[in-house]
RNA sequence: GGCGACAUAGCCAAGUGGUAAGGCACGAGUCUGCAAAACUCUGAUGCGGCGGUUCAAAUCCGCCUGUCGCCU
C-alpha cells in the first residue's frame, strides 16, 4: 500500500462550529485549511456565509475563501482541481491540511478523487436543453435519454429531477460519451489521501435549529441587510444567486414584503439547509461524529477532536 | 346584552348530502461540472362539542363553546 497523504476533514451543518473546531486543531497541529464552501468562495459575500475574519482565523492561512468576484460560476469540478494543487502544495511545506466546509458534495468529491471529464462545457446545449425543458416539460428529455443512454435513463426516471436529466443529455451531447460511462471511469483511480473526517452534529436537532435562528438575528445587527443591497445590486452567476441570505431579503427591499416575514424565511431556509447537509453527511459511515451538545465545554469538543485525530 | 359571520392535519385552505383536494412547514431520503441547488417519499376512520333529521352529514336543523365583526 503506497504512503497516502494525511489530510483532515471537518464537516456538518451549517452553525455547529466547524470554523472555531478546526481553527483550534490547525494551530495544535500546525495546518492549514481549505474550505470546501461553495458560497465562501465569493468576495463581499462574507456575513451571509458566516466566513470568518482575521480574529476568528487566529492567523491559520485559509484557503479557497473569498478569492471569486459574484458574477464568477465554479463547480466541484473546478474546485476538486484547486482543493488538490492546495494539498500538494501544503504538504509539500510539510504542514498538514485540513478540509472544512458544509459542501457535502466538494468534500466527497475530492476525497473519493472523483475524476470529472475534462470537457469543455458548452453553455449552448446547455441554455438548449433547459428552453426545450421550460417548453415541452421533461418527458421528451427523458426520452430522448433513454435512446442514447438507456441505463442512466431508468435511473433518472424514478425522480424525474430536471437537472440531473438535464445534465445527462448535455453530456452525451457535449462529449459523445455517456454519463454511465463517466460515472464508472471517475472513480477508477484510487483515493491519494487517508482523510480522518470529523462531523459536528447535535444529539438534539433543536439545539442546532436555535443556534441557526440566533445566528440570523446576528447576523442581521451585524449588518447583514446592508450587504444584500450590495450583493444584490451587482451581477451575480448562477452559482452565488443561490446563496441563502440575500435572495429571502429582497422582498423586503424591493419594498414587497415586511422584513420579519423575510427574515422568518430566511431562518427557516437555513434550517432546511441543515438538515439537507445532515442527510448528505450522515451516508458516510466514516465520519468521526461528535455531537457538539454532548460537551460542557469548547475544550471537552476539542480534546475529543484530538483524540480521533490521534487514535486514526 | 342584541345581531351576524366563521370554526376542516402544526399553519394556509378546497369541499353545501354520498363516503376528506391542494399548498407550506415538519420528518425521512436521493445526490458525480450551477449542490446554500434540484428532486423523491411521508400525515385526518377525521372536519370545535353534544344531540337530531336521513339509507347516507364536514356538508341540513337545534343547543353549547370559541374567535371575529357590527349594534346598544
Redesign the pocket.
Known sequence: MKNKIKVISVVGP?ASGKTGLSVELAKLLDGEIISA?????YKG?DI????PDDAEMQGVPHHLMGFLPPEQ???????T?DARCLIADITKRNKLPFIV??????V??LL?N????????NEEV??EL?ERFQKEGIEPLLEELLQVDPDSAQ?LS???????I???L??YKTTGKT?TE???L??TEESPYKAIKIGLSFSD??KL?DRINKRVDDMLSRGLLEEARQVLSSPL?????????YKELAPYISGEASLDDCVEKLK??????A?????????DKEINWLYVDEYNSFDELFDAAVQIINKG
Request: proline share 1%; hydrophobic share 30%; aromatic share 10%.
Open positions: 451549517t464552501d461553495s458560497m465562501q468562495i459575500m451571509a456565509t458566516a466566513k460560476t465554479y463547480s466541484v469540478a473546478m474546485f482541481d466546509g458544509g459542501t457535502g458534495l466538494y466527497d468529491a473519493n472523483i475524476r470529472f471529464h475534462d470537457e469543455e462545457r446547455s441554455t433547459r435511473r424514478k425522480e424525474r429531477n430536471p437537472k440531473r438535464i445534465r445527462a448535455e453530456f454519463i463517466q460515472l464508472a471517475s472513480r436537532r433543536e435549529y452567476s448562477q452559482t452565488s444567486a443561490m446563496a441563502i441570505g427557516r431556509e437555513t434550517r432546511r439547509y438538515k439537507r447537509q445532515l442527510t448528505w453527511f450522515r451516508r
